[in-house]
Nanobody, 131 residues
Framework: AQVAESGGGLVQTGGSLRLSCAASDKSLIYIHVGWFRQAPGREREGIACINDEDGRIAIADSVKGRFTISKDNREKKVYLQMDHLQPEDTGVYYC?????????????????????????WGQGTQVTVSA
């Protein structure tokens, strides 16, 4: 899958950003998309994911209530709306795409599938939240 993120940047504490993910793969009927982030010196962690077939979503507890995931079928994009940003949200945000929902869901919520290889990862976009 071809995956590309956009929308990162510098924002003050309490501010908002919206990230976009464009994913495509002609071999897949459905392309489920998940967002991950990696802060300096820390492991990559899951944030949210959305099911391309039925719109189910899963959001990690660490961002629940502040971040929202959505998709625009016409634009074929998945968005991560991030509100009330805090300095600890700083990091590189990655988008991952896969034809299977289960592993993506489990990886985002930290329930397993750590060794599963997703169909595609984006290059990442930097988000920096200043204090």
């Amino acid at each position: 899958a071809q995956v590309a993120e956009s929308g990162g940047g510098l924002v003050q504490t309490g501010g908002s950003l919206r990230l976009s993910c464009a994913a495509s793969d002609k071999s897949l009927i459905y392309i489920h998309v998940g967002w991950f982030r990696q802060a300096p010196g820390r492991e990559r962690e899951g944030i949210a994911c959305i099911n391309d077939e039925d719109g189910r979503i899963a959001i990690a507890d660490s961002v629940k209530g502040r971040f929202t995931i959505s998709k625009d079928n016409r634009e074929k994009k998945v968005y991560l709306q991030m509100d009330h940003l805090q300095p600890e949200d700083t990091g590189v945000y990655y988008c991952a795409a896969d034809g299977a929902w289960g592993p993506l869901h489990d990886r985002v919520l930290g329930l397993g599938s750590e060794l599963y290889q997703f169909d595609g990862w984006g290059q990442g976009t930097q988000v920096t939240v200043s204090a």
